[in-house]
Each structure stands twice: as C-alpha cells, then as structure tokens.
C-alpha cells in the first residue's frame, strides 16, 4: 500500500524560505518519479516540480529559481526547498508519486 506524508509547511513571511519533505512507504521509491503540486485557494491544483527516478528535475515557470525539488532514496522521502517566497505561493503543496498517488498536502502561508 503506497502512502504519501507531507510535512514542513506553516507560516513565513516573504522574502522566506521552507523546506517541505515527503515520505513514502510501499513499492520501490528509487523507481518512482515524484512531484510537487500546490492549490491555491479557489484555483486549481498546479504541476510545480517533478524529479524522476535519475535525479532530472523540471520546474513550473513560476517557481524557476526559487524552488528546488531533491531526493533521498536512502530515506524514500521528497524534498522541495522553497527560497524567496512570494505571497502568491500560499496554497497546499502535494507529493504526488508515479501520477498516481497523493498525499494529504501541508498548507503553506506567505504574508506580504
């Protein structure tokens, strides 16, 4: 049974950093390309970050620079650092594994 906990959100002001983890348990989490969703309020859910199972990483335009989604396969956990974060970052981040499963999200709060 694969299962996704995030955690790591919370409240920060602009200009400021997180870093959000993921952990997985069930399958084989070296195989598995992972990625980071948000939903902003009202909005729908967005693609932010994907690494896959050699370590490339893509980026959503909006986060190019400011973000950067890693992993430890040691660990079967996801990470995303946050740095400079804008109040149009507010939303729920979501691990996501293999397009295929969620996790719960973790709520991040930017104030202006």
């Known amino acids: 049974q694969v299962q996704l906990r995030e955690s790591g959100g919370g409240l920060v002001q602009e200009g400021g950093s997180l870093r959000l983890s993921c952990a997985a348990s069930?399958?084989?989490?070296?195989?598995?390309?992972m990625g980071w969703y948000r939903q902003a309020p009202g909005k729908q859910r967005e693609w932010t970050a994907t690494i896959t199972t050699s370590g490339n990483t893509n980026y959503a335009n909006s986060v190019k620079g400011r973000f950067t989604i890693s992993r430890d396969n040691a660990k079967n956990t996801v990470y995303l650092q946050m740095n400079n974060l804008k109040s149009e970052d507010t939303a729920v981040y979501f691990c996501?594994?293999?397009?295929?499963?969620w996790g719960q999200g973790t709520q991040v709060t930017v104030s202006s």
């Open positions: 996501r594994r293999d397009s295929a499963y």
């Open positions: 069930g399958g084989i989490f070296s195989a598995s390309t």
